[in-house]
C-alpha cells in the first residue's frame, strides 16, 4: 500500500513523455487578456480536462462561471479518511509581445540547454503540470491516490482571477479540502528549493482630486486658484514620514511584527539588501527604518504609487492649471491588516488632509487580505519533508512581498493553508521574451509532489 | 495739419466697408497650429500686404524668417521730428473645433446682433485691423499720418511667437520705435476702455526624475525602494508652503511689490475675489496670503503645476512602481524677477530635496521677462487720452496675469513700452466655438486709434 516507490519509478521512466505533454500545452497560445485568443483558451481547457480524464480523473469537467472555463476534477483516496489536497493552477499565460525579442517562437516550444522555451512554460503551464504527473505517477504507478484530490485550473489568473475567486466562495461548502497545494512562484536559486509561507494582502485605490470645473489658464489664474496637480502631490506627500513610514494614522496599529526567531531566520537565508537591490536595479534602498529591504517588501506594509496623471505631461509646455488630478494607489498588507480597515484608514486621510480648495473621489478596486501559514503547520512540515526528498535539499522557507488573491481567498473562504512551492528560477523570464522552465526542476517537482501526497497522507490535518 | 476731424469723419463713413473688409480677412482659415493650413496662412499674409499696400504703405512686404511670413510696413509722417510706433498684430489663429459647437460656420463671417461671429474675430483679426483701419483714415482722410509708424504683423502667435522674437532680437538696430501698440487682450467690460500696463513673465520647465531603470512589481519590491511617483509628490509638495507661498529659497528677494498708490487704485477698479472665482469656475481662493486674488495673479510671482505623468492611471490598477515621473510646471514672474535667476532657484531647490534614491533631469523650455509700463509714462498718458476721447471714459488700467512674449521682446530687445489696448470682451468667446467681435468695440477702437496717433505727435517719447 502507498507504494512511493512505484510512483517514482513510473514518473521516472516517462519523463521524455511527460516533457512531450508539456510541449503540447505550451503550445495553445491561452492568453487571457486577448479576445482574440479565447478560442485558445477554451481549447487549453478542454485540452486539459481530457488530459485529466486519461491520467485518472475520469470526472474532470470544465466549469463555466462567467470567465474562461475552470477546469475541476476530483478522485478519492481509496481509504476514507485521508485528507483533501485541493490543486492550484492556471493554463492562462501572459501575451508574448514583443514577439521579436524571442529566440525561437513564443508558442512553438523547443528544449535547448536543458530547458523548455515557450510562453507558459514555467508561468504556470509547467509548474502545475509538474503536479499532475505525480498525481498520474501515483495512480498509473502505484494503483492509488494517498490523499484525496481535486484538481482546480484557472484560465484567468494573468488578468485577476475573480471568476474563480467568486466561484469559490459560492461554493465553499463543497470544496471543503485540507490545504492547497501551488506551483506559481519562483526558488530562491538553482538547486535551492523553496517554500513560500506568506503573502502581502492588496488594497488597490484610486484618488482623483477636482479643483475648477474646467482646465483654466495658468497665467490668467495662476496664485490665485490652488492647482489639482499641486493638491494631489502635496496630498500623497502626506501619506509617508520622510523616514519611509506611512504616516496615516492607525496605519502600523494592528500589523503584527514577525518574531525574534522569524526575524533571525530571515537574517539567515532571505536575500540580504545589496541582492534585492541588484534584482531592483535600484542603488540606493528606502523604506521603514528598523527593517532589512527583504522585511519591509514581505513582512511589513507597503504603500506605492503606482501612477499620477494630472494636466499636460507631453512635450514643449502648455500653460493650463489642470480641473483635476488622479492617482493610484496600493497597500500592501500583512497579516493583523484588514483591508477594509486600511480603505478606511486611507479615506480618512484624504479628508483630514483635503483643502477645502479640491474636492475628492477615493475608489477602491481592489481588497485582498495577506495570507500566512505557520511554518510549523503539519503541511508545511510535510511539504519541507518533500523538498529534501525530492531536491536532496532542505527548502528555504521565505515570505512573498507580492498578493496572490486565490491563496487569499483559499485562506479566507475555506479556511486553508496553501503550501507554495516554487518550481521556477528567477532568472527563467516568467512574463517576458524567451521565458523558459528548467526540465530539472520539472523531474524534482514531480519527484516532490510525489513525496508530498504520500506524507500528507500520514498528517493530521484536521477534518476534510 | 494733423486734422483729426477729417480722419475721424473718413472712419465713421467707411464702417460698413470695414467691417466687409474684415469680414474677408475672418474668411482666411489661417490656423498655424495646423500644417494642413499652412497655404491659407500664406494667403492671409498676401491678403494682408496687399490691403497695407492698398491703404498708404507701398512698401508692404512678406518678410521670411523661418516661421510663416511676418508682414511688415512702414510710413513716415510728414514731419521727421515725429515718434515711431510700431503696430503689432498676428493674423493667425485658433483651430475652430469643435466644429459641432458653432452657430454658423467658423470661416464664413456673419453678423448677428451687432457682432462678427467667426474665428478669429476678436483674436485678433479683428482687435489689429481697427488700427489698420485707423492708419487708413488718417491716411486717406487728413493726407498724412501724424507719427512715423511700422507694421508688424505675425502668423505664428498661437504657437509661439518664436520666429518674430527671434527676427525682433536681430533686427533691433533697424526696428527702433518709441512705443509699441497692439490690441490682443480684453476689456474690463462692456463700455469700459481698457489699458493693460504689465504682463507676466514666464518660466517654464520640466522636471523629470528616475529611480531604477525599470518598472517594477509593486508586490516585490514595495516598501523597500523609493517611488518615484511618490518622490516626485514630495519634490512637488515642497515647492510651497501650507499658506500658499512659494517656498524655494530667494524666491520672492527681487520681486518688486506694488507701491501702495497702486494698490489703492486696484482695490478700487480690479476684478474682486468674489469675481475673480466665478470666472475660474473654483469655490475657494488660494495662494500668498496678504494679497487679493487679483494681485496674485497679476502683480505677485506664481508657481503652478501643468502636468504630472508617471505609471499607470488608466483604468482598473496596475502593480507598478513606475521607472520614471515627468512633471511641467511654470513660473510667473513679476518685474524684479530674472527669469534666468528663477531658473537656477527651482534647479538649486530640486538638488536640495532631492533624495540620493532619485536622479533628476530639469529642463527650461522657456524663459520671458515680466515687462511693465509705468503708467505715468507718456505714451500711457497718451493712451489714457486717447481712451476718453475713442470711448467716452477713462480708462481702467489693469494688470495682466498672463505673459505676452512679443511685448517683453519688444521691452528687452527694444526697450519701448507697449500700449496694450483690450477691445475684445470677456465673454467674446476667444479660442472657443461662437468667437465673435462687437462692432461698436471694433468701431471705438478705430476712433481711440485715431486719437491715439494724434496725441502721441504731441508727446515727448524718448528718441526714435
Known amino acids: 500500500m502507498l507504494d512511493v516507490g512505484a510512483a517514482l519509478r513510473y514518473a521516472r521512466s516517462n519523463r521524455a513523455r511527460f516533457v512531450e505533454e508539456l510541449s503540447a500545452l505550451v503550445r495553445i497560445p491561452s492568453v487571457s487578456s486577448d479576445p482574440g485568443s479565447a478560442p485558445h483558451v477554451e481549447r487549453c481547457a478542454r485540452w486539459l480536462a481530457d488530459h485529466l480524464r486519461r491520467i485518472g480523473f475520469p470526472n474532470a469537467r470544465l466549469v463555466r462561471a462567467g470567465g474562461p472555463p475552470i477546469v475541476v476534477a476530483e478522485r478519492r483516496a481509496k481509504a476514507d479518511d485521508r485528507p483533501t489536497l485541493l490543486v492550484y493552477g492556471h493554463y492562462d499565460v501572459q501575451p508574448a509581445d514583443p514577439i521579436g525579442a524571442w529566440q525561437s517562437p513564443p508558442f512553438e516550444p523547443v528544449v535547448r540547454n536543458g530547458a523548455l522555451y515557450g510562453r507558459g512554460a514555467s508561468d504556470d503551464k509547467g509548474q502545475f503540470f509538474a503536479h499532475l504527473k505525480a498525481l498520474e505517477s501515483w495512480i498509473a504507478g502505484a494503483g492509488e491516490l494517498p490523499v484525496h484530490v481535486r484538481v482546480i485550473l484557472e484560465g484567468e489568473e494573468e488578468v485577476g482571477s475573480n471568476t474563480l475567486r467568486a466561484w469559490i466562495v459560492k461554493h465553499r461548502d463543497t470544496l471543503r479540502s485540507n490545504a492547497a497545494l501551488l506551483s506559481d512562484m519562483v526558488m530562491r536559486g538553482p538547486g535551492q528549493p523553496t517554500l513560500n509561507y506568506a503573502v502581502r494582502g492588496q488594497v488597490a485605490m ?254 493530521a490535518m484536521g477534518t476534510s
Chains 1, 2 share one sequence.
Request: with cysteine; glycine share 8%; charged share 20%.
Open 206 to 459: 484610486e484618488i482623483e482630486l477636482a479643483g475648477q470645473d474646467r482646465d483654466l489658464h495658468s497665467g490668467q489664474f495662476g496664485g490665485a486658484v490652488h492647482d489639482p496637480a499641486q493638491a494631489m502631490a502635496e496630498l500623497l506627500a502626506s501619506m509617508h514620514e520622510p523616514s519611509g513610514r506611512v504616516a496615516i494614522d492607525g496605519f502600523y496599529d494592528t500589523v503584527r511584527t514577525p518574531s525574534r526567531r522569524e526575524r533571525r531566520y530571515m537574517t539567515r537565508v532571505a536575500p540580504r539588501d545589496a541582492e534585492i537591490l541588484t534584482a531592483a536595479g535600484a542603488t540606493v534602498g528606502w523604506g521603514e527604518p528598523g527593517f532589512t529591504l527583504y522585511e519591509r517588501s514581505t513582512a511589513r506594509p507597503a504603500l506605492t504609487i503606482n501612477g499620477i496623471a494630472s494636466g499636460y505631461a507631453g512635450a514643449g509646455s502648455k500653460a493650463v492649471i489642470p480641473s483635476r488630478a488622479v492617482a493610484k494607489l496600493s497597500v500592501r498588507t500583512v497579516e493583523g491588516q484588514d483591508p477594509q480597515r486600511v480603505v478606511q484608514q486611507v479615506k480618512r486621510h484624504v479628508r483630514r488632509v483635503l483643502r477645502p480648495t479640491m474636492r475628492a473621489r477615493v475608489t477602491t478596486t481592489m481588497a485582498v487580505p495577506a495570507a500566512t501559514v505557520e511554518t510549523s503547520h503539519p503541511v508545511m512540515r510535510a511539504a519541507r519533508a518533500a523538498c529534501v526528498r525530492g531536491f536532496g535539499r532542505e527548502p528555504v522557507m521565505l515570505r512573498l512581498g507580492g498578493t496572490i488573491p486565490v491563496v487569499s481567498t483559499l485562506r479566507s473562504a475555506l479556511g486553508i493553508p496553501a503550501i507554495m512551492l516554487g518550481l521556477a528560477l528567477p532568472d527563467d523570464r516568467l512574463h517576458a521574451p524567451n521565458e523558459h522552465f528548467e526540465l530539472e526542476n520539472f523531474f524534482r517537482g514531480i519527484d516532490t509532489s510525489i513525496w508530498l501526497l504520500r506524507l500528507l497522507a500520514n498528517r
